[in-house]
């Protein structure tokens, strides 16, 4: 399989093209976060519905390429309805399939080894890891996530 | 396409020998920097070594010799761009949005207030638009944009109303996202009858054709060396010399005063004030380098080579993909350089960069640092391809192929 | 001297073959730049051949090797001087002159008001002094001094009552014109003690022995290239992450922002906040490489060798002239580094180094940029010498005869 | 004549070591000046006294190397009891004496050459040219004077 089609695998243009969750919230009750790639021009809205400790619901808009976007529609998929703390295993187990190389160049320590399986449908945006400038798109919706929760305190 | 040899400048660029995934290195990108030619290589190599010193200081042979290395390429540079007094109107920098920075700090510093104006356009980069919003958040004058038109060039309409009561005019001398070639001698006239100065932004048009400061009366350029086939790193600013002479300093440090007690310090009167520590020495000597190897191959025939190229990627883009590739910037080849932003119907230009990069083609996805300007066409990003002075037709074949494997991949 | 082997640098700089009027060149001038040895030399031509391309916003493969480059340069100096978090701490910046810029008028605007104060030395290069007379002149906070005693030493006694109250000490690891290396780490334990951050100069100590920020626990460092043998056109700057989190932007410009409007500007969160513009991306290539080979010949193995140097070159003055030649700066090569200013009886400097030259000698006339140092010692200027990685004793013994010499025609 | 002995040239050596018109005038009637060479430290002060379009007086005191504290030596014999208008004939020949290689490398027109004759004592200095560096060392006093004459508008 070459480089391009293993960052272009079929799931990854299918959510490019048929994004889940798309749209808006109503801000309140919902949380609205943005999040910005400033070296493409990248820009995404997350919505977030968070109550009992549950992600009830997640929505996203904005624009951004195809890695960018097939991104965030798979965490929007995978996040959905899910605990909280459910949601940050994801997001953590997520980053740390992302950010290999980031953590070589910093710490020079090997991140530990990140179980596919458990990450299901997201897996297929491993291949971005040999992409490094394209690792930003593929985190950008993930650290928008974050940072919503965190303004929630959740 | 006259007696210009694009296959003798390629055969001094060593990196167009790369190899990428089994595909010849395919450049376009020139307008991010330019690739760099080996009598610029070994220009820097040998002055490390055979002449390394530091500047301004030395009273020993090689010293001495680092310094006229140094000053030489002031003036070389001053004479590139047709400066009446070359020795006494260039600054060095490390880049283009240095010499931004260093006109807002120091002149704009000195020069405005609360109550003054300033006149900047829809299409600057980054560079000719933060230090201004930094420096009016410190004392508050007020910002005027000239508009873009639908046509991708300035709209000169309202041009003399913005500049009523302006201090500054300060454009870009071509988009580095459109291609727009802008009229700097009109600029200039109509800044001048308003009682403003102009800064122009050359970084994009000074190696693509000639610049003279004096005939278009011109009274700040900035641009970079690593633009025009020279070294990173370095940067020039210009400005004329009745102006700079009355400019405060910018950076403070050691080479750019007269004297330092304890209690506060006395600037130098030339051009070394805005100079501050140990220079770009190695760069200088780069940047000669690229200055002698354009004005060998004549800035004209660099422009009227990468206008016939700019027509027929133009042109063959416009047949071969009626109306699936667009190119954001003007059609008419008089009005425009060698910089073609690609919007691929349904594509994000992120993905049209990786594709091609697949072939081997370097082209540059993303807000090109104008980001008010993709706002204003309401586009997130552009594929940009550009040609320099070793481009040819063929890179334009590449990028075409390379192009529809884009489609087809997405389509 | 170990099994240091100063030949083996000699070999490798290519600048100590010149010859200067039938004399091999002795090169005595490290302080103000240090030579250039091939590694370093080739890994900027290599760059320029193989893989430059504008950082950071390109996709294409050159210019991801182009970012990985810089970008890896930038962790590797953050290791070198043991940066904690080595990708977030380091800004790259022009020079040593540049960064005290940036800390001045980033950090120093921010948290700096008129009632503050700041404590720098009477040691301090123009670098560590001016961005802050610039900024003193702007806000009016207050600058106090720490003395420096006739043992060419930092006079600790005020030490204490100079911190009280103060924000900041910024003071020199080493003297580029005394030679006389400061405690560091008590600096820094006594600035905090004080409530106050402590930023070193390391331009002239960075090259010649250990630097150890989170050892010595220091907040900010700054130090250029070129007096480590690399590259002219670059410099570090170093600040503790929670710290560099919270300073404002300093240049403006493409590259260091998240987002632009025509009304504004918001800043990018990284490191990158600080770097506008396209940055000296060879120049880090090249910074890199003098890491490298530096790392390779080993820190302490350098601080040794010019240890020796210095030791030998001190007693042999002293024998040979007799107090005819002085030099400015602690005789106890444990309290110093490899800078010998010269003051020779009834000599002025700038002929020193003139009569010197004419025997291939390169040694440095003048105030070094630190005239507050010259007057507080009374002194218009020094002839200096110094040592680096590749010098020899023979290289004293040329300057011996030269100083001979000297004695003789004006004597 | 090697380079070195064409700069240190025995007239040079003398009136460094004996510098004529040393010390200071009293101010006023005098007019004092100063001047810098930031690059190696120099700092030299002229006294001038000038009536009835004559330069009935000149004094010179600071510090600087060889070559500077000779030239201003030199300058202050020169000068001392002219008519102002030869005092600027004087600065101008000697100017452009020094200023052979300043001038190249900025207008790139050769300079008038100097009648090194009509420079009597001062044709001593001819051989700091060849050191460029050394130039500015040359012209300091030179420079001081002009800037003095010009307070004066004399
Ligand atoms: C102690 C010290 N600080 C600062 C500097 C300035 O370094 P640069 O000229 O590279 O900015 C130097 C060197 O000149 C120095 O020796
Ligand atoms: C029009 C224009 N202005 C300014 C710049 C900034 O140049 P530099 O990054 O060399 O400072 C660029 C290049 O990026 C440009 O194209």
Redesign the pocket.
Known sequence: MSNLEDLYREIILDHYRSPRNRGELPTPPAHQVEGFNPLCGDEITVYIDVSDGVLQDIKIAGHGCSISQSSASLMSAAVKGKPVSDVHATIDSFKRLMTVHESQLDDQVEPEPVDLRKLGELAALQGVVKFPVRIKCATLAWNTLTQGLSELNA | MSSYDAQRVRADVPLLRRVIDGHPITYLDSASTALTPRPVIEAMSRYYETRHA?VHRGVYTTAEEATASYEGARVAAGVFINARHPAQEIVFTKNTTESFNLLAKSWGRANLTSSDAIVLSEMEHHANLIPWFQLRDEIGFSIRFLPVGEDFRLDLGPLDQLLAGAKLLSVSAMSNVLGTINPVATLSAAAHAAGALIAVDAAQSVAHGVTDVQETDVDFLCFSAHKMMGPTGIGVFYAKRDIIANMPPFLG???MIADVRLDGYTPATGVERFE???PMIAEAVGLHAALRYLDNLGMSAIAEHERALTADALGRLRERFDGRVRVIGPADVHLRGGVLSLDVAGVHPHDVAQVLDQHGVCVRPGHHCAKPLMRRFDLPATARASFGAYSLTTDTDVLLDGLDHVLELFG
Chains 1, 4 share one sequence.
């Open positions: 530091n440090g050691g080479g501050a520590g140990t």
